[in-house]
């Protein structure tokens, strides 16, 4: 069992940045791929980011220029990041940390690559 807890979301206006965080505990973030998905109200949960077990990371393409992934393996860390910058109304959504043991790979995006979720952290964008 992994357990996710994530953290960071908020409101912020057009253009703006958050710093979303998914604290890993049971296993260290780098035995693990680690993704970032999101789900507005009314549409599906769709890929944001993925940084996997070999480090490699892959975005959405809606997201690729403004989202940064990365990890923390350090001791007392072991922590996913997801940095997003010039935020848009449409990223509205709740963010959900994902993971899985080992390598995803190409179908990173596909939710049923992962086998743990956190609950979820809420991110608006405000015009």
């Known amino acids: 069992q992994v357990d996710l807890v994530e953290s960071g979301g908020g409101s912020v206006q057009v253009g703006g940045s958050l710093r979303l965080s998914c604290t890993v505990s049971k296993y260290t973030v780098g035995s693990l791929a680690m993704g970032w998905f999101r789900q507005a109200p009314g549409k599906e949960r769709e890929g944001v980011a993925v940084?996997?077990?070999?480090?490699?990371?892959?975005?959405a393409r809606f997201v690729k220029g403004r989202f940064t992934i990365s990890r923390d393996n350090a001791l007392g860390k072991n922590t996913v990041y997801l940095q997003m910058n010039s935020l848009k109304p449409e990223d509205t959504a709740m963010y959900y940390c994902?993971?899985?043991?080992?390598?995803?790979?190409?179908?990173?995006?596909?939710?049923?690559?992962?086998?743990?979720w956190g609950q979820g952290t809420q991110v608006t964008v405000s015009s």
């Open positions: 940084i996997d077990k070999d480090g490699t990371t892959e975005y």
């Open positions: 994902a993971a899985t043991l080992g390598q995803c790979g190409e179908n990173w995006s596909a939710d049923n690559r992962y086998k743990y």
